[in-house]
């Protein structure tokens, strides 16, 4: 305490900032170094480890009441964390679908806290670089400058954003004022039987339930039935329905099939609809210079959900929300309370950027997708995007090269759907490849996951993955007729 703060008697007062910085700082170098080793070491690393009962135990611990010193904090961190990461850095994660994040993207990550702004909104530079990546994601995708969008957490959010749009937009009434209830004819939204799960939950946080949402069967290549939808379409109106929305898959996330989009957007324009795309996986192809043509029509779209945290491989989270009538756009969202009024000059003369989604408070995330991007320029990401593609490709033919793989179709992009295949059927096929992918994660091998398609299950690689090599589907392959081979041979012994 500081004699003359003494002397008066006062109390010291309190900050988070350290006594002394340059512990911190030489700790802060220490960190850095860290995961420098961390991220060139990751190729030597199981890809995933079950955790021992210590670790687990580490995070039942009680609200610590009194300190400890950051060196013990980062110590403990060290061993329970960083040591037991679900993997998706690794090159033999392929499960789901998320990218590999990138070294960059984390220290951008670590300045945009380090800086602290708010991209609620608000006249500095962070809000300015929250909407020239916007900007950039829209020149990617060759939408209009005059197009509006957001950052937001991740492509759920993004979707749920272009379809709340889409709903106000086609209710015919204020559904923000008068709420659903008052909308005259039920809204009808549609989209192949391959929709993400996120579309579900957007259609009952919209208030317009699951069954507003009429999945369409798709054809032998997992896309949209066009004729099928037609005839929806004219159903429900028939039924005293508004048809409202179509949303089309640039890339589904079971095997990476993409909808044929310009017939989409032609059947919408016709039929007075909506044009959503979920571009999660396939929106960002349009960069890729070998397959950007399979997204072609993407740029028609009322609306599009991308998500640079996916196969830009920025470090969680950032999706993007796209929407090309500015104007409907934050008609949906803005609403401009007493206490966050602009001002002709200074900090508060910027952008409100909330008026653009739901959030108020939001994080700076552009600066992660910002520098990666400076740094290596957009035409790499293509680049790598259609390595990954290419990838897959090359997998499909290892797996049609082994008499004991069966491919489930084609693929299209870079999701991969395969299964080991010893002359069984139904469930005990099923539980065979189940066991074959438990082990591949066990062993610390690659993660895949599994999915059904056709009715039949199968096992997943989807390869978002810059640091994924050709060798590395080699091992899988090897590895998956090994296991494969031992399960079998200890169930019929
Ligand atoms: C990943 C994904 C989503 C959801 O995106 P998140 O970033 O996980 O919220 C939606 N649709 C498709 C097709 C996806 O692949």
New binding site residues.
């Given amino acids: 305490m500081d004699i003359a703060q003494e002397t008066l008697g006062l109390l010291a007062e309190e900050t988070l900032d350290p006594a002394d910085w340059a512990t911190v700082q030489a700790l802060s170098h220490q960190v850095i170094d860290d995961a420098v080793d961390y991220l060139s070491d990751v190729r030597d690393r199981p890809v995933w480890r079950e955790m021992p009962a210590d670790v687990r135990e580490a995070f039942a611990a009680p609200l610590p009441r009194s300190p400890a010193p950051l060196a013990d904090v980062y110590s403990e961190v060290s061993r329970t964390v960083m040591s037991y990461p679900m993997g998706n850095i690794h090159p033999r994660f392929w499960a ?3 990218g590999s994040s990138n070294f960059t993207g984390a220290l951008g990550d670590f300045l945009a806290a380090i800086q602290g702004s708010n991209l609620g909104g608000g006249n500095h530079a962070a809000g300015l670089m929250d909407n020239q990546v916007v900007n950039w994601c829209k020149e990617m995708l060759g939408f209009p400058a005059s197009a509006s969008g957001t950052l937001v ?7 749920i954003i272009g379809l709340t749009v889409a709903r106000n937009a086609k209710a015919g009434i204020d559904v923000r004022e008068h709420g659903v209830a008052a909308i005259d004819k039920p809204l009808r939204f549609y989209g192949s039987d391959q ?5 579900r939950k957007a259609m009952e946080a919209l208030g317009l339930g699951n069954r507003a949402l009429r999945r369409i069967p798709t054809d032998a290549g997992l896309r949209i039935d066009i004729t099928a939808l037609r005839a929806a379409i004219a159903e429900d109106r028939a039924a005293g329905c508004k048809p409202a929305c179509v949303i089309g ?1 640039a ?3 079971n095997t990476g099939a993409i909808d044929d989009l310009k017939a989409l957007a032609k059947l919408a324009h016709e039929e007075d609809l909506w044009f959503h795309v ?5 929106a960002l192809i349009a960069i890729a210079p070998d397959n950007a043509h399979r997204v072609a029509g993407i740029e028609w779209a009322d609306s599009v ?1 991308l ?1 640079p ?2 196969w830009l491989h920025a470090p969680f ?1 950032v ?1 993007c929300a796209l929407v090309r009538d500015a104007v409907a756009h934050r008609r949906t969202f803005a609403v401009t309370p007493e206490y966050l009024e602009s001002t002709p000059r200074g900090l508060a003369s910027g952008d409100w950027l909330h008026d653009y989604g739901l959030q108020t408070s939001r994080g700076f995330r552009a600066l992660k997708v910002w520098m990666a991007l400076k740094e290596h320029g957009v035409d790499k990401f293509g680049r790598l995007i259609d390595q990954n593609i290419a990838q897959a490709a090359y997998l499909a033919g290892l797996v049609e090269a082994e008499p004991s793989l069966e491919l489930a179709t084609p693929p299209t992009i870079n999701i991969v759907c395969f299964r080991y295949q010893p002359g069984l059927a139904g469930e005990a096929l099923k539980a065979l490849n189940t066991e074959i992918m438990l082990r591949l994660q066990e062993c610390g091998i690659a993660v895949l996951s599994d999915t059904t398609v056709h009715g039949q299950h199968w096992l997943r690689v989807a390869i978002a993955n810059h640091r994924t090599r050709r060798e590395d589907l080699d091992l899988l392959v090897v590895e998956t007729l090994r296991l494969g081979r031992e399960i079998a041979g200890a169930a019929s012994s």
């Avoid at 957490?153 to 979707?159: I, T």
């Avoid at 929709?195 to 579309?199: E, I, P, R």
Wanted: charged residues 15%; glycine residues 20%.
């Fill in positions: 789901w679908y998320m957490s991740g492509g759920s959010m993004a979707n929709l993400h799960s996120c579309h898959n890339g589904t996330v979920d571009g999660c996986i396939g959900a998500d945290h996916k989270e999706g």
